[in-house]
């Protein structure tokens, strides 16, 4: 399994707004092939805003880096700022602390 952290920040668009956003867009992304699940995260606070992604595996996790819809997401003029990282998920470990 991999994982996909997205954060950015939100620009002309207030915390309210944007939550408001996600039960439309949630949809899209539980289309999304491979994709086992995906946390929506905010912290008004600091102006933080993204994602928690687990896919299947890496392939999957590639597919949606250079889907549409991930372009769309990081062409959003309101969200700027990002940072996409990928990681490996240690399975084993994570099987203990309920993860999976």
């Known amino acids: 399994m991999n994982i996909l952290i997205v954060r950015f920040n939100l620009e002309g ?18 289309a999304i092939d491979g994709l086992i699940s995906k946390y929506w995260i905010a912290n008004a606070e600091t102006n933080t805003y993204g994602g928690v992604y687990l896919f299947e ?3 999957s996790m590639l597919n949606y880096k250079a ?13 700027v700022n ?5 990681y490996d998920l240690i399975e084993n470990p994570s099987k203990v602390t309920r993860a999976i």
């Open 82 to 86: 990002f940072d996409i990282t990928n």
């Open 13 to 30: 668009l207030t915390h309210d707004e944007f939550v408001s956003s996600t039960d439309e867009a949630a949809p899209h992304w539980a």
């Open 67 to 79: 889907s549409p819809l991930c372009d769309q997401l990081v062409g959003t003029p309101a969200f």
């Open 57 to 59: 595996n890496e392939e």
